[in-house]
């Protein structure tokens, strides 16, 4: 089971960044990051899990029961968050790029050419 | 002091909250007028807090919470003196590109000011920070405030696509550093730097330390535009406007290089001991290559922001190679670099900016001899290259003395002389298109050069001599930076205290005085030492020969240059053709970088 | 496809698939998965309750032991929204008579009753985040998401002159600016950034947590506000008929 | 749930790649839920089928649009 959950985040890591080098459209390159960015999320809560341990939320549970970790829980909720303005901005660059120039594939736009 | 230590931080983070919010009210000016005032305010509590920590550490935690039985509970900013520094020289920055900008970008909206505030309150909290993802957070605003800068000019092309590319690699980097964290975090159940290397100190190193600190560190040198992850760096200098490429070139790459030691010395310098070596070799290995790299690219180019961005990677190299030896007295020239760099170069792109405004370009040869009638300007350019090669005793030259002296005790002398050829080279780029613009020297034409779009120049009424004037405080600071009395001193003392790891420690989960109070600071004057004297003005011979060479080539006889072309043509062409523009290539450049440090380190640390 | 792509995407697999060993490699060191007993995350789970009054530990961590994280969170965001504004600016010019994408009123009756629904589930998730899983972040989004349904259903001419200088502006602005100024009243007021001033309330109502309440509803009118200007841009930018390109 | 990465990452079509990653979105939300986040699946449940979806199909009718009209 470790393996797999490890193996998994690893996988997924790698394929968004592979899905984003070999893009030939913007927008998809965006969503390739944020397939990238969910292997964080899946490694930071993978983490903190504990088998049997219930959520960090103390309503109508006993203090002291078991829960699983909170900060992994709170440092992935900022995550998510930078995920989605990080997607806005590409695709406004994406949007603006093809204004320029009717086309929003990467390998077509290249005016720095050296 | 403790009180004090949020306001760099929030005071521009505020004032960029207000200025959105007042947006359809206040006029212009008013709101130019209240983002200079709030840069002005927290670059006067950073000069406060470098003061304070110069007696010992100054902590502050967030919330009140204070470490619970050595366990950090919250989140704490530790400003040592070279925390407090880079924070100092991102807010003063900062502060000059807002000034410049009243004039440069006037007509422009306000959402420019936004930003530059937002930026800098990210890079003074990147700096001041002692808990990793805290570091993280800010990293992230950095980047998305700089990303939109990049992009600022959208009528054109290349800015969007200078864009793009720093934003998505810098991406990248950021889920790298996000996944180390995590790593971190699995094992040692902390997010405090301090608390994270006592944990990590108490075993060696094993795998998971290995790709969390690989992982870590290509994350930081994509922001640092180490090769071969520097692709995004002049791409997106080469567009956006000079005052975003002064903050972004004079403090934001800074900060990359910063962390990197900041995580090494708090985090995994104990773990790690057994290894400095390996860890060095290929620090040192990427620093040197970058700066060769980054001088050739810097010589083949003629617009003159991807010449200085080229010629900031470079000097990127050398911080990281200057890092990589993981000693005091090398942190402390790399300190004194950062300084002085920071400012020639901020005022050297601003000074950019004025050239665009007076000139209407900025390619040295379109503009070829059109600068004879601004003299000024000239001798302000000269005045930053000279700055920048590291003339005794001005601008660079004490950072490249301890560097220097450094290199020698490792075993690195010879890094002595790739420095000498890297800035040599770099300056000689910049005397060749100085001499080109302002003297109207040399050739008309240049075959070697590479051709890039150019640049259309802002509004026509704005006169550059208040723009000259601003970037002129930068370079003369710049140049000074090296023979402020008891400088020297004072950057060594704080890198020993820097890289005091335990006392760091205590100071954070203990509350223990770090640092000495009664420390006697002299206020001596920089005493020159012969070989790095030798050391300046062998780069200055170099500058100027590679200079002369730029200009006047053709009055070479031919047959030794088709021999040189035979023999150095292919190699450029591939490291030309590298630097392709397309972001594929430089997630490919970025993947494969990260696989071969964390390779090298898994197979030899 | 070109040359240089197919060259790219062989280069690129391989690199990738070693990459992906090596990350691998090293978790493999991580703690088993569900055995992990974080000092930090443990002790907080003891501690949060009683000290904080809020019955959910991951909003205590957002808001108060961590919150100068969601601070710069916060300014992200806002940094981000600011940024697209600007970027999306050239193509956002004034535009002449759009019609109104939606003609049918049995549509936007269903719609305005959908969105009813969403807004009430919004303000539910941000109302009760201290308590229950939600927040402002979650509320924020949801809440913004319905207010677009609103003027989609009841026609775009609506949405603009809802107007995003006069009114979403200082929204945003206000949310951020409100998030750091709770944190500077603590300073101010001697204690540390961010410090929890005020009364903490009974733990599991409405009004626990402090000044955790002030800046999860801060957060809350930043998000909606910020995710509101965000919909309008791209909205605008599709609306806008297209322009010769210069 | 790898799968579902791939056949994101790799789906070329954007509009078949936006369904397909509110759809990976689910299954995260669902992942969090098992791993009991609740908060966390709640925010991926609000970015994934309400932020994500609008912005970036906004984008793909943009380019598409002009695409056809020229």
Redesign the interface.
Request: proline share 4%; charged share 15%.
């Given at each position: 089971m470790t393996i797999l959950v490890y193996a998994v985040v690893a996988w997924v890591f790698a394929i968004g960044i592979y899905g984003a080098i070999v893009s030939r459209n913007l927008i998809h390159l965006a969503l390739c990051l944020t397939v990238t960015q969910s292997s964080t999320y899946i490694l930071l809560l993978a983490i903190g899990y504990k088998h049997g341990a219930g959520a960090p939320i103390f309503e109508d549970v006993k203090l002291g029961t078991a829960a699983v970790d909170p900060v992994v829980q709170s440092l992935t909720l900022t995550d998510v968050v930078v995920s989605v303005t990080v997607i806005a901005l590409i695709l406004a660059l994406a949007l603006d790029v093809h204004r320029q120039s009717d086309s929003i594939d990467p390998d077509e736009i290249s005016t720095l050419n050296r | 002091m403790s009180w004090a230590l949020p306001l760099p931080v929030v005071v521009p983070l505020i004032a960029a909250a207000v200025l959105v919010a007042t947006g359809a009210i206040l006029p212009r000016r008013v709101q130019d007028a209240i983002g200079i005032a709030a840069a002005a305010t927290a670059t006067g509590f950073a000069l406060l807090i470098l003061a304070a920590s110069e007696r010992h550490d100054v902590l502050h935690w967030f919330g009140g919470w204070h470490p619970h039985a050595g366990l950090a509970l919250g989140i704490s900013f530790t400003a040592d003196p070279l925390g407090a520094g880079m924070a100092a020289l991102a807010c003063g920055l900062d502060l000059l590109v807002l000034v410049y900008s009243w004039t440069y970008m006037r007509r422009q909206s306000q959402t420019f000011d936004v930003l530059i505030l937002a930026l800098g309150g990210a890079m003074a909290g990147f700096a001041l920070t002692g808990d990793i993802f805290n570091m993280f957070v800010w990293f992230e605003l950095m980047g998305v405030s700089a990303y939109a800068l990049a992009g600022f000019m959208v009528e054109e092309l290349g800015p969007l696509q200078g864009a793009i590319n720093f934003a998505v690699t810098n991406t990248v980097g950021a889920y790298m550093v996000l996944m180390g964290i995590a790593l971190l975090y699995a094992r040692t159940d902390a997010l405090n730097l301090a608390q994270i290397g006592r944990v990590l100190g108490h075993r060696p190193a094993d795998r998971l330390v290995i790709v969390a600190f690989a992982l870590i560190v290509t994350g930081l040198m994509v922001r640092a535009a180490i090769v071969p992850f520097h692709f995004w760096l002049a791409d997106a200098h080469a567009a956006s406007p000079a005052p975003v490429c002064a903050l972004l070139s004079g403090a934001m790459v800074e900060l990359g290089i910063f962390f990197i030691a900041r995580v090494y010395w708090t985090a995994f310098a104990a773990p790690l001991h057994a290894h400095a070596s390996g860890v060095r070799d290929v620090l040192v290995g990427l620093g040197v290559a970058t700066a060769l790299i980054g001088a050739l690219m810097c010589l083949l180019q003629r617009q003159l922001k991807r010449l200085l961005a080229y010629s900031t990677i470079s000097q990127a190299g050398t911080m990281l190679a200057g890092i990589a030896l993981l000693d005091p007295r090398s942190l402390a020239g790399v300190a004194n670099l950062v300084l002085a760099h920071g400012l020639l170069k901020g005022g050297l792109f601003l000074l950019c900016g004025v050239i665009l405004v007076e000139l209407r370009h900025i390619d040295e040869l379109r503009v070829y001899g059109a600068g004879r009638r601004l003299p000024w300007a000239g001798v302000l350019w000269l005045l930053g290259t000279l700055g920048l090669v590291g003339l005794p005793p001005l601008g660079v030259f004490l950072a490249q003395q301890l560097l220097y002296e450094g290199g020698r005790e490792h075993g690195f002398g010879w890094l002595a002389v790739v420095g000498a050829v890297a800035s040599g080279v770099c300056a000689g780029a910049m005397l060749r298109a100085g001499a080109r613009i302002f003297l109207g020297w040399g050739a008309r034409e240049d075959e070697l050069l590479s051709p890039e779009p150019d640049e259309h120049a802002p509004e026509r009424d704005v006169s550059g001599r208040p723009l000259g004037i601003v970037a002129g405080i930068a370079i003369v600071l710049g140049l000074a930076a090296s023979v402020v009395p008891g400088i020297e001193a004072r950057t060594e003392l704080a890198a020993e205290r820097f890289a005091d790891t335990s006392a760091y420690r205590a100071a954070v989960l203990h509350g223990a005085a770090h640092g000495d109070a009664a420390a006697h600071v002299s206020f001596s004057l920089l005493g020159v030492d012969t070989a790095s004297a030798l050391y300046g003005l062998g780069a200055l011979a170099i500058a100027a020969a590679t200079a002369a060479f730029g200009l006047w080539h053709r009055r070479l006889p031919p047959r030794i240059l088709s021999a040189g072309a035979r023999t150095l043509g292919p190699p450029v062409t591939v490291i030309r053709l590298a630097h392709s523009g397309i972001v594929g290539d430089y997630l490919l450049w970025l993947s494969g970088g990260a696989l071969a440090v964390a390779a090298i380190w898994a197979l030899t640390l | 496809?070109?040359s240089?792509?197919r060259l790219?995407?062989w280069?690129?697999?391989p690199?990738?698939?070693?990459?992906?060993?090596?990350?691998?490699?090293?978790?493999?060191?991580?703690?088993?998965?569900?055995?992990?007993?974080?000092?930090?995350?443990?002790?907080?789970?003891?501690i949060?309750?009683?000290q904080r009054h809020t019955?959910?530990?991951?909003?205590?961590?957002?808001f108060?032991?961590?919150?100068?994280?969601?601070?710069?969170?916060e300014?992200?965001?806002?940094?981000?929204?600011?940024?697209?504004?600007?970027?999306?600016?050239?193509?956002r010019e004034p535009a002449t008579g759009q019609d109104d994408p939606v003609a049918s009123d049995a549509i936007r009756l269903f719609g305005i009753i959908m969105v009813a629904v969403i807004l009430v589930f919004g303000l539910w998730?941000a109302a009760f985040g201290l308590?229950?899983?939600?927040?402002g972040?979650?509320g924020g989004?949801?809440i913004?998401?319905g207010i677009?349904l609103v003027f989609l259903a009841s026609g775009y001419r609506a949405w603009r002159t809802f107007g995003r200088?006069?009114l979403l502006?200082?929204?945003?602005?206000?949310?951020?600016?409100s998030y750091?100024?709770v944190?500077?009243a603590a300073?101010i007021a001697?204690?540390?950034?961010?410090?929890?001033l005020l009364g903490l309330g009974v733990a599991?109502t409405l009004r626990s947590g402090g000044s955790m309440t002030l800046l999860n509803w801060a957060v809350a009118v930043e998000v909606a506000a910020a995710?509101l200007v965000?919909?309008t841009?791209?909205?605008e930018?599709?609306l806008v008929p297209?322009?010769p390109?210069? | 749930m790898a799968c579902a990465a791939t056949s994101v990452a790799l789906c070329l079509d954007p509009l078949r790649q936006i369904f397909l990653s509110g759809v990976y979105g689910l299954l995260l939300a669902v992942l969090f839920v098992v791993l009991q986040a609740p908060d966390v699946a709640l925010s991926m449940l609000v970015v994934s089928t309400v932020a994500y979806p609008l912005i970036v199909l906004i984008a793909i009718s943009r380019t598409r649009r002009e695409r056809g009209e020229e």
């Open positions: - | - | 496809m070109s240089r792509q790219r995407a280069i690129a697999a690199v990738l698939a070693l990459f992906a060993a090596i990350l691998g490699w090293g978790f493999a060191r991580a703690p088993a998965f569900g055995d992990f007993h974080g000092a930090y995350g443990d002790l907080l789970n003891r949060a309750v009683p019955s959910n530990v991951v909003t205590a961590i957002v108060d032991y961590r919150g100068f994280d969601t601070m710069g969170e300014f992200i965001l806002f940094a981000s929204v600011v940024g697209v504004v600007l970027l999306l600016r050239a193509v998730l308590v229950t899983p939600g927040g972040f979650q989004v949801a913004a998401g677009v200088e006069r502006d200082p929204f945003e602005g206000l949310g951020a600016a750091a100024a944190g500077l300073l001697g204690a540390p950034f961010l410090h929890n599991g995710n965000l919909y841009e791209f909205l930018s599709y297209h322009l390109r210069r | -």
